[in-house]
């Protein structure tokens, strides 16, 4: 058996399969990372705060107006589409495999 039939193996045999995975799965899909030059991060600083203080409960409330521009701005990507690393997940989702 070689290491994909194994895995496929593996896979059908489970129904607690949990997926880490990081940004670069959706970059694909025409959302940028995070940390790169051209990232989710870059496009933040124009917010003068840290991204980490932007999606915070007491930044809506203290900054209500910029909390909502910087999330229209920069974490909203209605052109994306799926991509193929999300059809198999969404497969995997929809079987009760993957919580």
Not at 24 to 35: A, H, L, N
Not at 50 to 60: A, C, G, I, K, N
Request: hydrophobic content about 30%.
């Amino acid at each position: 058996m070689n290491k994909i039939e194994k895995l496929q193996e593996i896979i059908d045999d489970s129904d607690n399969i949990v997926f880490f995975g990081g940004a670069g799965v959706s970059t694909e899909s025409g959302i940028p990372d995070f940390r790169s030059e051209s990232g989710i991060f870059k496009s933040l600083e124009k917010y003068r705060d840290t991204p980490e203080r932007l999606v915070l409960h007491s930044y809506y409330i203290e900054h209500t107006e910029e909390f909502f521009s910087s999330h229209t701005d920069c974490l909203i990507f209605p052109e994306s589409e799926p991509n193929s690393a999300h059809y198999p997940l969404d497969s995997l989702e929809k079987d009760g495999k993957l919580k």
